[in-house]
T-cell receptor, first 109, second 116 residues
Framework: DAKTTQPPSMDCAEGRAANLPCNHS???????VYWYRQIHSQGPQYIIH???NNETNEMASLIITEDRKSSTLILPHATLRDTAVYYC??????????FGSGTKLNVKP | GAVVSQHPSWVICKSGTSVKIECRSL??????MFWYRQFPKQSLMLMAT?????????EQGVEKDKFLINHASLTLSTLTVTSAHPEDSSFYIC????????????FGDGTRLSIL
């Protein structure tokens, strides 16, 4: 079963930052937080992952709270092409991914 | 970045036939591959985990005799849906995980299976 909770949908204006929250209050010490997104009828695309430190790459930033019970994915300048379902996944040693319902991000012009 | 190729991308078959779906890691060696199924407007559901050279492990409720998985090399895993029926119609997605712990999974673009 998925160990994460996300809002079902969010809106964001084009060019603004999109902040997508994820709750994972039962996360274990060896489990990582992964973020993926899925555009309709395609496979999920990897965005970023982290253990406890904040992470940044060319796509996004990941902010993990100190207690690791929640995280936020930040898309700094959302574009229309960022419209997708975003999944936050917690996974440990065997790296099995149990997807939750995700957040449908709607980027509007 | 790591690329996973899935073939075919779309298949329509008559009820009772078996369908094989291939999943290849193109530029990395995938010691572990995963198979998922996704019904319309739903999330991905993990079906099974396959490790190169060993038997796949199936999630609860997934019939291993119905969904045959073979992971014969570090770059290829196959899923065969045996004696497919209309209720097996779905979007099947594979992923590969690189060597080393806690690596992200890289997903193929999925296979849309329609059984008539």
């Amino acid at each position: 079963d998925a160990k994460t909770t996300q809002p079902p949908s969010m809106d964001c204006a084009e060019g603004r930052a999109a902040n997508l929250p994820c709750n994972h209050s039962t996360i274990s010490g060896n489990e990582y937080v992964y973020w993926y997104r899925q555009i309709h009828s395609q496979g999920p695309q990897y965005i970023i992952h982290g253990l406890k430190n904040n992470e940044t790459n060319e796509m996004a930033s990941l902010i993990i709270t100190e207690d690791r019970k929640s995280s936020t994915l930040i898309l700094p300048h959302a574009t229309l092409r960022d419209t997708a379902v975003y999944y936050c996944i917690v996974a440990g040693n065997f790296n099995k991914f149990y997807f939750g319902s995700g957040t449908k991000l709607n980027v509007k012009p | 970045g790591a690329v996973v190729s899935q073939h075919p991308s779309w298949v329509i078959c008559k009820s009772g036939t078996s369908v094989k779906i291939e999943c290849r890691s193109l530029d990395f060696q995938a010691t572990t591959m995963f198979w998922y199924r996704q019904f319309p407007k739903q999330s991905l559901m993990l079906m099974a985990t396959s490790n190169e050279g060993s038997k796949a492990t199936y999630e609860q409720g997934v019939e291993k005799d119905k969904f045959l998985i073979n992971h014969a090399s570090l770059t290829l895993s196959t899923l065969t849906v045996t004696s497919a029926h209309p209720e097996d119609s779905s979007f099947y997605i594979c992923s590969g995980e690189g060597q080393g712990g806690n690596q992200p999974q890289h997903f193929g673009d999925g296979t849309r299976l329609s059984i008539l």
